[in-house]
């Protein structure tokens, strides 16, 4: 809403100031609002804690939900409808990074047609599409809240799939990698949208396996992407690879165009009072303004959000110590994880000399490890917070989110150290596999943690943190293959990985156990996390999610 559209109204209504506080937050309830929900960030940003001053003008209508269970409000809607959203979701955060290392078999075909030589240069054809995630959530979450998470999420969809079809059509490695990176940029939708559309729907206490199984997909879509692009690059042509892909993702624009519905609760308000505005009609009553409890700035024109939503991922990364470790520490998995996924061939071509449909089998391992720590921690994650709350006089923290994180720092270096020094020829396949396995198993466990976790603590700015957290991955998933393959040459596998693993204790061990000790506090102190806490609500009790 770009500025305040007079209209009639019959009779003479006053939202006071303490029934819109008690409309955003009732009394009694500690529950936060979903990601964009009942303030916008740039309002939380600029607003002070008292009451807007035109809140109190007999002038303006203030337009939010019908009462708390109104059927029109996300989190309202029926089980059946959020796991379609959730479904439909993840569709779209699996696809993409499907397609990013869906290529990584067939590189040896890529690199023999255009004569590439130069190692780095072909790691980058597998390793710049990751690059687009970087830059994508930076202009889409502005655009998701401005126009809404649907029509942001499908658009850019689209654009992943023009470039993606471009990318089997290229001529030169140049055209090749220009159209990866594109394709990237439209496909990092789902990792700036995808965390919002779940805090739009979910309760807090039900969230933890909603965000379990939509963490998953851009873990497991590049563990089954390199295992179909090796049996296609060797039953047919690397072009075939990128057009497959494009095949699958029609499939998925499908779905999302037949049960994804939009979800941000400020556009769907804003929808309710232009209905309103066209309903009054100025003959019959004074003239009144009509904006939602989210525009209470009344700001909300295209370069005042695109200015707030840029700079803010980088003002967390600067003053937020949450962001700040975690970030790099995520970062730091999301780079090993990339580099396993596209050295992986090269290990199992140069080591073991099996061609590229079996290099691609491998994956499997990494699969298993990512669906079986995946599918436990589903099944945990909620009952642990759960457990904790209630021993916290049923007072929710996000902190609770950390025990599950412990085990997947454990794992993740003891994978490594297996998968790097069973690399070798006299050391049968299955060693490097389990190794493998342990290291997708750690990585899954942290990252569904850390990613909750950050959603909890900053509920009101999560996704600038997990943009900022996301920029930061992305920038390590593209650089680490990068420098791969010179490491590897130079200190074999086993040493190589040992650096890895090393680095991974320094990092990760310390981190669960500083934020459980020091979160809260950290969060109290921030002026972007401590609003989001259940602390911050004077009431005490957390809302229970409605059931349906």
Known sequence: ?????????????????????????????????PVGCFKTEEEDDEAPDQDDEDT????????????????????????KTKWAATLVVSSFTFISPFSSSMVAPATGQIATQFGMTNEVLIAMTVSIFVLGYAVGPLFLGPLSELYGRTRVLQLANLFFLAWNIGCGFAQNESQLIAFRFLSGLGGSAPLAVGGGVLGDVWHTEERGKAIAIYSLAPLLGPVVGPICGGWIAERSTWRWVFWSTSIAD??????????????????????????????????????????????????RTWQHVFSKALIRPFKLFASEPIIQLLGVYIAFIYGVFYLFLTTMPSIFANVYNEGPGIQGLHYIALGIGLAICSQMNALLLDKIYIYFKLKNGNVGEPEFRLPSMVPGTIILPIGLFIA?????????????????????????????????????????????????????????????????????????????????????????????????????????????????????????????????
Not at 57 to 75: A, N, Q
Not at 482 to 503: R, S, W
């Open 56 to 79: 109190n003008s007999d002038d303006v209508l203030w337009v939010d939900w019908d009462g708390p269970d109104d059927p029109v409000d996300p989190k309202n809607w029926s089980y």
């Open 250 to 299: 029609v499939i998925v624009q499908i779905s999302g165009l037949l049960f994804l519905k939009e979800t941000y609760a400020p556009l769907l308000l804003e929808r309710k009072a232009n209905r309103m505005r066209k309903t009054m009609d100025a003959e019959k009553g004074p003239t009144k303004v009509i904006r939602t409890v989210f525009d209470k700035d009344n700001n």
């Open 1 to 33: 809403m770009t500025g305040e559209l007079p209209v009639a109204f019959p009779h003479s209504t006053r939202a006071s100031s303490a029934s819109v506080a008690d409309t955003i937050n009732p009394k009694g309830s500690t529950e936060e609002p």
């Open 420 to 548: 790097g020094w069973s690399s070798q020829a006299k050391v049968h396949w299955i060693a490097t596999d389990i190794g493998i396995a342990l290291v997708g198993g750690g990585t899954v466990l942290v990252f569904q943690s850390m990613q909750t976790y950050v959603v909890d603590a900053f509920t009101l700015h999560a996704a600038s943190a997990l943009a900022a957290v996301s920029c930061l991955r992305a920038l390590a998933g593209f650089g680490f293959p990068l420098f791969a393959t010179p490491m590897y040459n130079k200190l074999g596998y086993g040493k190589g990985d040992t650096v890895l693993a090393c680095v991974s204790i320094a990092l990760g061990c310390p981190a669960p156990f500083l934020f459980w000790k020091y979160g809260r506090r950290i969060r109290m102190n921030s002026k972007y996390a401590h609003r989001s806490s259940p602390q911050h609500h004077p009431e005490g009790q957390e809302k229970q999610p409605k059931t349906t």
